[in-house]
């Protein structure tokens, strides 16, 4: 007597017929002047077929007891072939008087399956099944060791010269500046630290509006149109000071530059006011905090209105 077991569950019919075929990948090479020889491999993978019956109205008297109509198993086949994932087949042979002869026991994985339906066979469903074999596997991590050897020196080549120690540069004085002083910014300063402001029209004198609190020498500085951007030190040079000594005058009231109005006119925003003054709409909130007596929504402003630019 034969029982088929896939992936736990048992056919309701015995099938008639077993094909278990195991390929050689062997190799026949042809060398000079000795002949052909075999290059012994791996065997190949093991392919197992059959077909299965799977009744469609009850069980016979030499099928299982548990009857399941043929769509059940279908179900399970086509899951195994979508899952990924290897099943265990097992062929269990036992006389008629009991006695246990041996058994087929692999891991496989469901090749490919023909569902076959023919008038001879009633309402019966015949599946033609095809099995391979899944050996387990795992990666496996190699470590490799080398040291590099350092190169030969030619015997014959002279020896180097000591190259002479450098003498220690200067140190640099520091600017220590505060907000208020009056800077010139070098020639050739960039925006520092990826800071996105305005670009600055160089060679000019700007008042420092922010020292940096992180620990960084980092100062914004402000120009007479309120255009900022960010600057390290040594970009920057104090107005009226020596090379050691930082600028502590700030800017009297009087001399500082008065702040624009602009009256608005049909069609402007806060955004397209920003945009005119700073050259950056998302600033409208600058001329918003400094115009709350006028303005009750930034989103709403009147023709007329003479607002603060700041």
Not at 7 to 30: C, M, R, S, Y
Not at 33 to 58: Q, W
Request: net charge positive.
């Amino acid at each position: 007597m034969y029982s088929f077991y896939l992936d736990g569950w048992k056919f309701p019919q015995t099938p008639e017929k077993l094909t278990v075929n195991i390929k050689g990948k062997n190799k026949a090479v042809t060398l000079v002047n000795d002949g052909e020889i075999n290059v012994l491999k791996t065997p190949g993978l093991t392919e197992i077929s059959f077909d299965a019956t799977f009744p469609m109205l009850g069980p016979y008297s030499f099928t299982t007891k548990a009857f399941k109509r043929p769509d059940y198993y279908l179900g399970r086949l086509e899951a195994m072939m979508t899952r990924k994932k290897a099943s265990q087949f097992i062929v269990s042979r036992v006389t008629p008087a009991g006695k246990l002869l041996f058994n087929t026991n692999i891991k496989v994985a469901v090749e490919e399956y023909s569902i076959i339906e023919k008038a001879t066979d009633g309402l019966d469903v015949t599946v033609s099944i095809k099995l391979k074999q899944c050996p387990a596997f795992s990666t496996k991590t190699v470590k490799v060791k080398y040291t590099l050897k350092p190169a030969a020196t030619p015997k014959t080549a002279p020896k180097p010269a000591p190259s002479p120690t450098p003498s220690p540069a200067p140190a640099k004085a520091q600017v220590r500046l505060k907000v208020g002083d009056m800077v010139r910014i070098n020639s050739g300063a960039r925006d520092y630290n990826g800071v996105k402001m305005q670009s600055f029209v160089f060679n000019g004198t700007y008042r420092v509006d922010q020292v940096g609190t992180t620990g960084k020498p980092d100062y914004i500085v402000l120009d007479s149109k309120g255009i900022c951007s960010a600057f390290h030190e040594k970009d920057l040079t104090p107005v009226n000071s020596s090379k050691t000594v930082s600028t502590t005058a700030n800017r009297s009231a009087e001399s500082a530059p008065s702040a624009k109005t602009h009256k608005v006119v049909k069609g402007d925003t806060l955004w397209g006011i920003a945009k005119k003054y700073y050259n950056d709409g998302s600033q409208y909130k600058k001329i918003y905090n400094a115009n709350k007596d006028k303005i009750k929504d930034p989103n709403k402003i009147y023709t007329g209105q003479v607002l603060t630019i700041p």
